[in-house]
Nanobody, 121 residues
Framework: QVHLVESGGGLVQAGGSLRLSCAASGRIFSINAMGWYRQAPGKQRELVASITAGGSTNYADSVKGRFTISRDNAKDTVNMQMNSLKPEDTAVYSC???????????????WGQGTQVTVSS
C-alpha cells in the first residue's frame, strides 16, 4: 500500500506565496515521475507541474515563471513553491506519483487526497 499526503494549502491574498509538500510512504521500491494537479470548481483536473526522478520538469503555461516544482528522492517527497498567486489559481491541488512497489512490478499511479488553495483578490 502506498500513501501520498499533501500539506501546505491555505488562504492567501493575490500576489502572495504558498509552498505545497507531498510525502509518499508505504511499500515503495522506486518512484518515477511525481506531479501536482489541480481542479477548480466546475473545471476539469489539469496538470500543473511534474518532475521526473532525474529532475526534468514540465509546467503548465499558466504557471511558468511563478511555480517551481522540486523533489527529494531520498525522502520520497515532492514540493511546489507557488509565487505571485492569482485568484485563478484557486483550486484543490493533488499530488501524484508513479510508483513501483517491487523490483518486478510495473509502475502504478497513486494520488493524494488533495489540499485546498484559495487566492483572494
Amino acid at each position: 500500500q502506498v500513501h501520498l499526503v499533501e500539506s501546505g494549502g491555505g488562504l492567501v491574498q493575490a500576489g502572495g506565496s504558498l509552498r505545497l509538500s507531498c510525502a509518499a510512504s508505504g511499500r515503495i521500491f522506486s518512484i518515477n515521475a511525481m506531479g501536482w494537479y489541480r481542479q477548480a470548481p466546475g473545471k476539469q483536473r489539469e496538470l500543473v507541474a511534474s518532475i521526473t526522478a532525474g529532475g526534468s520538469t514540465n509546467y503548465a503555461d499558466s504557471v511558468k515563471g511563478r511555480f517551481t516544482i522540486s523533489r527529494d528522492n531520498a525522502k520520497d517527497t515532492v514540493n511546489m513553491q507557488m509565487n505571485s498567486l492569482k485568484p485563478e489559481d484557486t483550486a484543490v491541488y493533488s499530488c501524484n506519483a508513479d510508483v513501483k512497489v517491487t523490483l518486478w512490478s510495473g509502475y502504478d499511479v497513486y494520488w493524494g487526497q488533495g489540499t485546498q488553495v484559495t487566492v483572494s483578490s
